[in-house]
């Protein structure tokens, strides 16, 4: 079946540190990958993604790149702010056309950023 | 933001009452997912809907059941709810892609938070 594997957390930076968080999967197709962030009390939200090899997904100064050949999606951003405080989680999803695209989570690495 | 609720937001109860949660949806998507989420072990499945009455088993539906009545609703039913069922509840919503794949990306409501006791 399909997983998942996170970094461990938590992780703590000061600001303006560079951030990686690794993430390496399982999958027996070609899925597309996603992070995703939690604000405190608040649902999940799409970070960026990638649907095949080689695409870079970037958005707030986040960037990950979809990589088969490690079967990888670290996640990196070159200047951390408190403001991106937050849990991440790393998800893969497969399916055939027109079906449901089930997601598989990793365990979500929670992120400090002291000023 | 996608227009997704959950109701209600918090709920305490005991073991073996039953409880439901709903999910409300107003973006008329085709997908619905119930999720749950745990310390260590990030969001987990439990049940996703692909339309009206159309509903499938995800990775942990052992003690849930769910209905979808309608396009906007999908329903989550604890029969008789458990301390192992204490747990954040996510639902999400997607549609078909551009190309009509299934739906790449999944929307999150804000969740509610179950204890029971």
């Known amino acids: 079946g399909n997983s998942v594997t996170q970094m461990e957390g938590p992780v703590t930076l000061s600001e303006e540190a560079f951030l990686t968080i690794n993430c390496t999967y399982t999958?027996?197709?070609?899925?597309?990958l996603f992070w995703y962030v939690q604000y405190p009390g608040e649902g999940l939200q799409l970070l960026l993604k990638a649907t095949k090899a080689d695409d870079k997904g970037s958005n707030k100064g986040f960037e990950a790149t979809y990589r088969k050949e490690t079967t990888s999606f670290h996640l990196e951003k070159g200047s951390v702010q408190v403001s991106d405080s937050a849990v991440y989680f790393c998800a893969l999803s497969e399916g055939s056309s027109g079906s449901a695209r089930q997601l598989t989570f990793g365990s979500g690495t929670q992120l400090t950023v002291l000023p | 933001d996608a227009g997704i609720t959950q109701s209600p937001r918090h709920k305490v109860t005991e073991t073996g009452t039953p409880v439901t949660l709903r999910c409300h949806q107003t973006e008329n998507h085709r997908y619905m997912y119930w999720y749950r989420q745990d310390p260590g072990h990030g969001l987990r499945l439990i049940h996703y809907?692909?339309?009206?009455?159309?509903?499938d088993k995800g990775e942990v539906s052992d003690g849930y059941s769910v209905s979808r009545s309608k396009t906007e609703d999908f329903l989550l039913t604890l029969e008789s709810a458990t301390s192992s069922q204490t747990s954040v509840y996510f639902c999400?919503?997607?549609?078909?892609?551009?190309?009509?794949?299934?739906?790449?990306?999944?929307?999150f409501g804000p969740g509610t938070r179950l204890t029971v006791l």
């Open positions: 999958a027996t197709g070609y899925p597309s």
């Open positions: 999400a919503i997607s549609d078909l892609g551009p190309r009509g794949q299934g739906g790449v990306e999944q929307f």
């Open positions: 809907s692909y339309g009206v009455k159309d509903t």
